[in-house]
C-alpha cells in the first residue's frame, strides 16, 4: 500500500513537471522543470538550445532557413517539445513545413 501511494506521487509531480513545460513550450515560453546541461548537447545552427526533462525534450529553435526562389534568408524562432528519443533533424523539418508551408528552402539545415 506505501509503495503504491509513492509510486501514484511520482507519476503525479512527473505529470505537473510536463504539464507545466508543455503549456510554455506551447505558448513559445521556455521550460521551466528541463536543463539544456550547460549547451554541451547544442546543434550548430545559430543558436538553437535543447532541454532535457524527465523522459521529454524541449527544442528551443533560434535559426534561419534560405528560400531558394527569392534567396533570402528568413530568421525564426519556435519552441517545440518532444519525446526524449525524437531526432532534431527530423522536429526541425516538422517546424520548417508548419511554419513556411510555400518556401522551397534547401535541404541541408546549416546553410
Known amino acids: 500500500m506505501k509503495k503504491t501511494k509513492i509510486i501514484l506521487a511520482l507519476i503525479f509531480i512527473w505529470l505537473i513537471f510536463?504539464?507545466?513545460?508543455?503549456?510554455?513550450?506551447?505558448?513559445?515560453?521556455?521550460?521551466?522543470?528541463?536543463?539544456?546541461?550547460?549547451?554541451?548537447?547544442?546543434?550548430?545552427?545559430?543558436?538553437?538550445?535543447?532541454?532535457?526533462?524527465l523522459g521529454y525534450k524541449v527544442y528551443s529553435f533560434h535559426t534561419w532557413i534560405t528560400d531558394i526562389t527569392t534567396k533570402k534568408n528568413i530568421k525564426f524562432k519556435a519552441i517545440r517539445i518532444c519525446p526524449l528519443w525524437s531526432d532534431y533533424d527530423k522536429v526541425l523539418d516538422k517546424v520548417k513545413n508548419e511554419l513556411f508551408p510555400n518556401i522551397k528552402y534547401r535541404p541541408d539545415y546549416y546553410n
Open 18 to 53: 510536463f504539464s507545466t513545460d508543455y503549456f510554455r513550450a506551447k505558448n513559445n515560453m521556455l521550460p521551466i522543470f528541463c536543463t539544456n546541461l550547460n549547451n554541451i548537447i547544442a546543434p550548430m545552427d545559430g543558436g538553437t538550445k535543447i532541454y532535457f526533462g
